[in-house]
């Protein structure tokens, strides 16, 4: 753990991070915990401890760089383990962050975990993203909301951007050679009362891995019909 926590230490301030003091080891203490849980629950592919650090940690620490979260509410949409919701709370205590995945047995230990870790200010949901975006607990409601490895940018926005208000931001976490799958999200970003702000890319510390957030304003409401059911979005992507 002590190694992950160097690696984290090292990376924030690479990426010129001015995390809370402990958050290092708050997070170390996480991937400490996915790590274990793997072991009996599927969670991740990445296994070795210094890939945690690096390619779950400081990749969801980047994000810090292209806006600014502080006193905002962010819903992270198939959060899976977490990513990247639980890094974006313990790197911005002031962040109100809801972790939304439709897998109970996920959202259960995340809610565990966000114990262990004496998080608050953090809840985890469980539900699909095309129902709860029509719920009006949720749809509207949230400053931001986040994806990472959920699905194809044009079916994503579908399911992302009806959580967030107008003004607000949907960041969607690519690979750098996402060019023709934003070329594709056009169409469904506009439908959806969106409009592509600008892409930022970033290297993730000790790795030389290079990923880009795709930030979508939200410029309007989205429409009634949407989202559809997912056989629907998925058949005929708008
Ligand atoms: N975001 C995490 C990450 O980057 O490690 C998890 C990625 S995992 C590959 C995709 C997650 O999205 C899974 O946990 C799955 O249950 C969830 N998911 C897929 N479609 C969903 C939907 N329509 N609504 C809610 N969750 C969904």
Redesign the pocket.
Known sequence: MRAMEELIRTGLAELGINAPKEAPQLLARYGQALMEKNQVMNL?AITEPSDVATL?MLDCAALLNCVGLGGKTLI??????G??GVPLKILTPALDVTL????NK?VDWLSEVSGELSLTGIQAVQ????EMGRNPEFREQFDFAT?????ELRLLCE?CLPFVKVGGRFLA?KGVDCGSELEDALPAIQALGGRVERCFDYTIPHTGVAHRVVIVEKTAQTPEQYPRR?AKLQKHPL
């Open positions: 991740t779950h992270d949409v198939g959060t899976g383990a990513f990247p939304l995945d439709s897998l996920r539900g699909r993203a095309e994806a990472r490895a959920v699905a399911l976490m997912w």
